[in-house]
């Protein structure tokens, strides 16, 4: 018996270098995975690294400690842009929120017609596809100093906190409307039967039940909207007047004053409400997990009557006053000279897109926008499978998660100031880059990762790891497996990606407000020039286009992936025939 024995020890010890002995997908797998981690941690950790040093400096490189956070909270009127942020974003989420999750319980949890469902559903994603400066322009329309409702306001100006509020609950409804769809969608209809079968009023059902099942969808939407409206730019800069606030500051203080430093500060105080939301949001998300269950029954509303024509009159309530903001754009866009002169004509577009330099913004719009699609797509898949797919990462697919991560809690402003500081330095290799289109696109790619990184991570959790352990013993390349296998799976996924990364692209403005030259300019910045300079009808024209291009690509993106789909996604439905 000991001497069978005697040779297990031995072979155990042969075995095990064996098993931790990398592959050459493996090694090749882990390469390009460090690449990926390598261009993010260049691309967002150095220039926030950048940020913090430059803020603790003073303009001959010397280390001054706090000195310029004390001259910026002894400044009264910068410090009062604190907390005109704070609680402005703060009015935004109390109106903005509530008003998408009751939208959302009526496209999730009533009895309207399915084909009114999608057209209220369409209508509220619109301004998704719309740059921020859109929304403001038409409340500037709707009730500025010549505007056509002036009148509802009283002797209330809509220039400072009215017309911030009004364009950011504009601009941030559909972000937390997403969420809350989400969050109302995951119900579980055994507890609605049980409280049915007790005779519990729907009154208390919706408080015992709906308000606690979807608490942490209402917490998450919170923290998107206020994270979105501290960090905004474009909306405070064209109707928000002499009500400062962080975003604008960053601006004045980098563009109209060069005071990097100081800008480096406000940067910084932009980061902290992001980081504390992202916290909570990656709490908050992690609870939700938990809260699924595999026993869960969908559940289906009962018919009420009063209750869904409430919410239908709700729904066309809202959706009425979103087209009304952006038909007023679209209006000016196409009438003389508002509102002294409401004859037709094209004239705004054609001084865009043939007299002037603006032709030349939307065209570079369309090149980063395309861009960033591809190469995002690309980059971020190939992350996220070699995350997922990839085994024994240990450390490496942590940090890489990690990194990929963080862009959520970046916003757009702070992204670009250190991409200015990071790459305009001299002594940086990389500054061959600063001014050029290249830095626009990487910038768009990295700002928006995490969203896509989630999507593909989302999608590749419902392959099985089998695949590549029956590729890698049939000695099949992991790149085939990849392109074979994984990619026809996950097609809708990557779609979807390119279509996020073209669509927040064409309307993006904080990330290349400090990045563009005369050459590189944008659609989303020529806007905001042309409506310093009073060119409303010219600025309408220009967010028209953007607004009408995105349309353009949705629609071409869903007749193209019906194509596609219908060729890759066959296997999908075999079992149904």
């Not at 297990?8 to 931790?20: C, H, N």
């Not at 740059?131 to 038409?138: E, G, K, Q, T």
């Not at 015992?208 to 608490?215: D, E």
């Not at 289906?300 to 006053?321: E, G, H, K, S």
Request: one cysteine or more.
């Amino acid at each position: 018996m000991n001497t069978l024995t005697r040779p297990l020890p031995a072979m155990a010890a042969a075995a095990t270098p064996s098993r931790m002995r990398w592959s050459r997908d493996e090694v090749i797998a882990r390469l390009v995975l460090f690449a990926v981690m390598a261009m993010l941690a260049l691309f967002l950790a150095a220039p926030l690294f950048t940020i913090l040093v430059h803020a603790v400096q003073d303009k001959q490189g010397r280390f001054v400690g706090l000195t310029h956070f004390i001259a910026y909270f002894s400044t009264p009127s910068l410090l009062r842009s604190v907390g005109n942020s704070l609680w402005v974003a703060a009015a935004v989420v109390c109106i903005s929120v509530p008003l998408a999750f009751v939208f959302a319980y009526a496209l999730t949890r009533s009895r309207i017609p399915a084909p009114l469902k999608a057209t209220f559903r369409l209508i509220a994603l619109i301004p998704l596809l719309a740059p921020s400066l859109l929304s403001a322009i038409s409340f500037v329309q709707w009730f500025g100093n010549q505007g056509a409702l002036k009148w509802l306001l009283g002797g209330t100006s809509i220039y400072g906190p009215p017309g911030i509020i009004l364009a950011e609950i504009y601009n941030t409804f559909p972000h937390a409307l997403m969420i809350l769809t989400t969050s109302l969608a995951l119900a579980d209809g055994r507890l609605y039967e049980a409280a049915t079968a007790l005779r519990t009023t729907p009154r208390r059902q919706f408080l015992t039940i709906t308000l606690p099942s979807c608490k942490y969808g209402l917490i998450s939407a919170a923290t998107v909207v206020f994270t979105y409206v501290v960090s905004d730019f474009g909306a405070p800069k064209v109707i928000g007047g002499n009500f400062n606030v962080l975003s604008v500051d960053v601006f004045k203080q980098v563009v109209g004053q060069h005071n990097f430093a100081i800008g480096a500060v406000v940067g910084l105080l932009l980061l902290v409400p992001s980081i504390v939301s992202f916290g909570i949001d990656y709490v908050v998300r992690r609870k939700i997990k938990a809260q699924l269950s595999a026993r869960s029954v969908p559940y289906v509303p009962p018919r009420r009557q009063v209750a869904d024509a409430v919410l239908t009159v709700f729904c066309l309530v809202i959706c009425a006053l979103l087209l009304a903001t952006v038909g007023m754009a679209i209006y000016t866009s196409v009438i003389s000279l508002w509102p002294y002169d409401l004859s037709f004509t094209l004239k705004h577009y054609n001084f865009v897109l043939l007299e002037s330099d603006m032709a030349a913004a939307y065209t570079n719009s369309l090149v980063v926008a395309l861009a960033t699609a591809l190469a995002g797509s690309l980059i971020v898949f190939v992350g996220a499978y070699l995350i997922e797919k990839t085994r024994n990462l240990g450390v490496l697919g942590r940090s890489m998660h990690l990194m990929a991560m963080l862009s959520m809690a970046v916003p757009g402003l702070v992204l670009g100031l250190g991409y200015v500081i990071f790459f305009n330095h001299p002594a940086n290799p990389l500054n061959f880059m600063y001014q050029t289109m290249a830095i626009l696109i990487v910038s768009m790619v990295v700002h928006y990762y995490t969203s896509s990184h989630l999507t593909a991570i989302t999608a590749l959790k419902q392959i099985d790891n089998e695949f590549e352990a029956v590729s890698a013993s049939l000695k099949v390349p992991l790149f085939k497996t990849f392109v074979r296998v994984t990619v026809p799976v996950c097609l809708p996924a990557i779609l979807d990606i390119g279509r996020y990364f073209f669509v927040v692209s064409m309307a993006s403005l904080s990330c290349a407000i400090f990045l563009y030259t005369p050459e590189t300019i944008l659609a989303s910045v020529a806007i905001m020039h042309l409506d310093d300079a009073g060119d409303i009808g010219p600025a309408a024209a220009l967010a028209t286009l953007i607004v009408l291009t995105s349309i353009t690509v949705c629609i071409a993106y869903a007749l193209l992936t019906r194509v596609l789909l219908a060729r890759t996604q066959a296997w999908r439905t075999l079992g149904r025939t």
